[in-house]
């Protein structure tokens, strides 16, 4: 069968290195963000979430960085890993849910 | 956190059966519950969207017919894939909500094979 779906944008780093994604959102009433990480054959597991009334958040080796002013988000992982190799999602929440396309990681060793 | 099963975690099957796939929230009640399918390397795609005790709102283009979805409880849903051909072969994954702020649990999805 024809597979459906839009492709996902891939990132590629180094070991070692900090990984930047990015992700645009659309609706402005969204007041409530989460990034999900999809490692192959499984569910999207939480990573970290942010509240609108934040810029930043920060959990363990994760960043995530919030721009009201023109709608994007981003997830930052500091000395990405092999193990970080996955599909990231981003999310956003207020009256709807609405999840992003994702982006594929993959950690060169 | 909040834990979400599915089950099973791989089937396969023939051409022409049904399959069913339940979706638990483990430890919390889940208002809504939410089916999702995934080809390899793509994203994840909405299919319907189910609320205990009322039909299914389905995204354009899902079947109705084709994939039957009960919530019959605050903590089960399931989804069945009637008359499965090969082209359903896809990895399927539910994910739950409370409701509180919307944020959704993922199941770990299920791998249907239809040979």
């Known amino acids: 069968g024809e597979s459906v779906g839009l492709h996902l944008p891939t990132l590629s780093v180094q070991e070692g290195d900090n990984s930047i994604i990015n992700c645009a959102y659309s609706n402005s009433a969204s007041d409530y963000f989460i990034w999900y990480k999809q490692e192959s054959g499984k569910g999207p597991q939480f990573i970290i979430d942010?509240?609108?009334?934040?810029d930043k958040r920060q959990g363990q080796r994760v960043t995530v960085l919030l721009n009201k002013t023109v709608k994007h988000l981003s997830l930052q992982i500091a000395a990405t890993q092999p193990g970080d190799s996955a599909v990231y999602f981003c999310?956003?929440?207020?009256?709807?849910?609405?999840f992003g396309t994702g982006t594929s990681l993959t950690v060169i060793p | 956190g909040a834990v979400v099963s599915q089950h099973p975690s791989r089937v396969i099957c023939k051409s022409g059966t049904s399959v069913k796939i339940e979706c638990r929230s483990l430890?919390?009640?889940?208002?809504?519950m939410f089916w999702y399918r995934q080809f390899p390397k793509k994203s994840l795609m909405l299919m319907a969207t189910s609320n205990e005790g009322s039909k299914a709102t389905y995204e354009q283009g899902v079947e109705k017919d084709k994939f039957l979805i009960n919530h019959a409880s605050l903590t089960l849903s399931t989804l069945t894939v009637t008359s499965a051909h090969p082209e359903d072969s896809s990895f399927y994954i539910c994910?739950?909500?409370?409701?509180?702020?919307?944020?959704?649990?993922f199941g770990p999805g299920t791998r249907l094979t239809v040979l």
């Open positions: 999310a956003e929440t207020g009256n709807q849910f609405y």
């Open positions: 430890d919390f009640q889940a208002t809504t």
């Open positions: 994910s739950a909500s409370s409701g509180s702020h919307n944020e959704q649990f």
């Open positions: 942010i509240r609108s009334n934040m």
